[in-house]
């Protein structure tokens, strides 16, 4: 049965269930910002995905990389399997310009969160959950 992970489950906003992955928008509005958590139990790597999971993942990926594309039109998307925080499998899709904060070092702890407002949130997660949908 699968699990979110709780630091997951608090740093993000559900958008939508894909067909292998659950895609989160990380609460951070510094960064177009979304994850993705296959829904295998157990796996903390890419690698233990099976074939077919993996293909999926693919798909998956390249989806939503092409969404963030199209709604924010970054310099560059950064993806990223990390998991040295939390190893549950998760990859991250994040958007850069080359304007942001943090450019062209990595968005991690270079400086504080600054989450959505609730009704941006709600805009953002309502407006991706449609895209992802069509």
Known sequence: MFKL??????????????????VLLMNDSQFPWLI??????GVTEIIELSDEQQQQFLAESAQVSRLLQAQFTPDKLNVAALGNVVS?????????YKS??????????AQPVV??????????????KKALAE
């Open 88 to 96: 549950q499998l998760h990859i991250h899709h994040v958007a850069r």
């Open 36 to 41: 993705l958590v296959p829904r295998v139990e």
């Open 5 to 22: 992970d709780a630091r997951l489950e608090a740093d993000t906003l559900l958008i939508h269930d894909l067909p292998l992955c659950r």
């Open 100 to 109: 942001d904060i943090a450019w062209p070092k990595p968005i991690w702890g």
């Open 115 to 128: 989450a959505y407002s609730q009704d941006t949130a709600a805009e953002l997660v309502t407006a991706l």
